[in-house]
């Protein structure tokens, strides 16, 4: 595997399901994000990991919870979402977390029904 | 506060011709890197080209080229000799801090 890998690509879920999504990056880079790209709207930053420690939530509802076990490996654990919350989730990676750019994954293209 | 701005919300091409995307963006910050990303129909965003803000000659990747001004605070990317498979969402970024997106372009080349 190289690049950034995303699993699963597709998701649906009931508003009282509990899943997971997850990020691994084959770069060795030590920041890890999860973006939310909602149609017709700029990505949403929700989360940055800087060598496993979370440096950054944006605001992000309870509903989202993220865990960084190692610097390869990022996931956002989902519980009781609602409708609005469905979206692409996209996660990145990059050296760091000064001027550098961010390597992406394919996403995982959200429904909560 | 940074900002980024793309006034282009759709754009057509003729295959084989040339094309720029433009981005404005505003920050008190110095230092600083701007970039585009591209996002075809799958969903992933790849990268394409990055320009520091210290770089004093333009970046160039391939087919691709930013045309910095850094007085006028804008970093528009030129396509050259576009292809069909260039058709995709065209975003510009900017960071030190978070990594800040532009709305994006829907670019379009026409056979």
């Known amino acids: 595997e190289t690049g950034v890998t995303q699993t699963p690509r597709h998701l649906v879920m009931g508003m009282t399901n509990k899943k997971s999504l997850k990020c691994e990056q084959h770069?060795?880079?030590?920041?890890m994000y999860w973006y939310k790209q909602s149609a017709k709207k700029p990505l949403e930053l929700m989360f940055v990991y800087n060598f496993k420690e979370q440096t950054e939530n944006n605001s992000v509802p309870s509903r989202f919870s993220p865990e960084c076990p190692n610097s390869s490996h990022l996931f956002l654990h989902l519980h009781t979402l609602q409708p609005e919350d469905s979206a692409l989730y996209l996660c990145?990676?990059?050296?760091?977390?000064?001027?550098?750019?961010?390597?992406f994954g394919p996403g995982t293209r959200l429904t909560v029904t | 506060a940074q900002k980024i701005t793309q006034t282009q919300p759709g754009m057509f091409v003729q295959e084989k011709e040339a094309v720029t995307l433009d981005c404005t963006y505003d920050?008190?910050?110095?230092?600083?890197?701007l970039f585009w990303y591209k996002q075809p129909s799958s969903g992933e965003m790849i990268f394409l080209i990055y320009q520091g803000s210290y770089d004093e000659q333009n970046a160039t990747e391939g087919r691709y080229s930013l045309n910095f001004q850094k007085a006028r605070k804008s970093a528009n990317l030129v396509i050259s000799a576009s292809q069909l498979g260039d058709s995709a969402m065209y975003f510009c970024a900017m960071r030190p801090d978070d990594m800040r997106f532009g709305a994006g372009t829907r670019l379009t080349v026409k056979p």
């Open positions: 770069l060795g880079h030590n920041a």
């Open positions: 920050t008190s910050d110095q230092s600083y890197g």
């Open positions: 990145a990676s990059s050296q760091g977390t000064g001027v550098y750019e961010q390597y």
